[in-house]
């Protein structure tokens, strides 16, 4: 049973940074694809980034890109998104994900993940 458990949440200005975090147990990550979504109040879950195994491949969606970056460290079987440059619309609730099926990819499609993590809170203050 692979688990996701996602940290690194929290309250910052605008103009600010944090850091999520994803550690996956159960299984070593190494061979998954994985993505972070995101669902702000009222919202669809949207794709944010991807990555694939060996993290050669990247994909953000166009909002983010140049401010956000997905990395991925198999040592510590653990996902990252370092977030810069906050605004207040990218407060919502951000999702790890990983996808078995597909590691060469780095896949935006959120119905080809087959696990997901709990959640963090990120919320922009202006």
């Known amino acids: 049973q692979v688990q996701l458990v996602e940290s690194g949440g929290g309250l910052v200005q605008a103009g600010g940074s944090l850091r999520l975090s994803c550690a996956v147990s159960?299984?070593?990550?190494?061979?998954?694809?994985m993505g972070w979504f995101r669902q702000a109040p009222g919202k669809e879950r949207e794709f944010v980034a991807a990555?694939?195994?060996?993290?050669?491949?990247?994909r953000y969606q166009d909002s983010v890109k140049g401010r956000f970056t997905i990395s991925r460290d198999h040592a510590k079987n653990t996902l990252y998104l370092q977030m810069n440059r906050l605004k207040p619309e990218d407060t919502a609730v951000y999702y790890c994900?990983?996808?078995?099926?597909?590691?060469?990819?780095?896949?935006?499609?959120?119905?080809?993940?087959?696990?997901w993590g709990q959640g963090t809170q990120v919320t922009v203050s202006s």
């Open positions: 159960g299984r070593t990550l190494s061979w998954y694809a």
């Open positions: 994900a990983a996808d078995p099926q597909n590691p060469l990819t780095a896949v935006v499609t959120e119905d080809e993940y087959d696990y």
């Open positions: 990555i694939n195994w060996s993290a050669g491949k990247l």
